[in-house]
């Protein structure tokens, strides 16, 4: 499983450790991931996704998990996240079709 962000494509960075006698050695930077169950409420469901904590925070930000979707392009999401985008997006254009 990668250390990816499903929803805001966050990953590892690389970087140094530096010492105080001005040693450097490689580290990596983690993103702070957690696996989230988030409300849809176009679904009527809970969906489980790896997040960041700043992606959670995001996510309340916009006004829900179909909200941010809607909002975010494919490019940045994860092929999970883009089939639940494409289900909201059915579910609503039949909800207005009605």
Do not use: W
Request: proline share 1%; aromatic share 2%; net charge positive.
């Amino acid at each position: 499983m990668a250390r990816r962000c499903e929803l805001t494509g966050k990953g590892v960075l690389t970087g140094n450790n530096v010492s105080h006698a001005h040693n450097k050695t490689r580290r990596r930077f983690l993103p702070n991931l957690h696996d989230k169950a988030l409300h849809s409420e176009a679904l009527g469901r809970m969906v489980r996704l790896r997040v960041s904590a700043n992606a959670i925070r995001t996510v309340e930000r916009h006004g829900g998990l179909d909200a941010y979707l809607l909002k975010t392009s494919d490019d940045r999401l994860s092929q999970g996240a883009r089939r639940i985008k494409r289900q909201v997006r059915t579910v609503l254009a039949a909800n207005a079709a009605d």
